[in-house]
């Protein structure tokens, strides 16, 4: 069982950065793909950035191309780098876990655990 907890979220101006991170625990998160979703307030949660198990892929939304960076490093953290942000950025970001068995990519089937989600509010 992983366990992933985000932070990092809160309130920012457009055009603005931020850092999410996400933390995990349990399980063998090296050998787990990760990913960022988010849900905005009205709409369907949408897919974000993924990266590989071994940090060697990264996928992103057409959306986060080009603003947007994942990353994980040796321990047990993925983080988010969120700049030029937007209003239409705001929403709960999710970070979730993908085992091995499982595959990788943009669908959230392909995640099993999820954490709580924080809250990105991007003011114009």
């Known amino acids: 069982q992983v366990h992933v907890v985000e932070s990092g979220g809160g309130l920012v101006q457009a055009g603005g950065s931020l850092t999410l991170s996400c933390a995990a625990s349990?399980?063998?998160?090296?050998?787990?793909?990760m990913g960022w979703f988010r849900q905005a307030p009205g709409k369907e949660r949408e897919f974000v950035a993924a990266?590989?198990?071994?940090?060697?892929?990264t996928y992103y939304a057409d959306s986060a191309k080009g603003r947007f960076t994942i990353s994980r490093d040796n321990g047990n953290t993925v983080n988010l780098q969120m700049n030029s942000l937007k209003g239409e950025d705001t929403a709960i970001y999710y970070c979730a876990a993908s085992p091995p068995t499982t595959g990788w990519g943009k669908f959230d089937t392909q995640y099993d655990y999820w954490g709580q989600g924080t809250q990105v509010t991007v003011s114009s």
């Open positions: 349990g399980g063998m998160f090296s050998s787990y793909s």
């Open positions: 990266i590989r198990w071994d940090g060697g892929r």
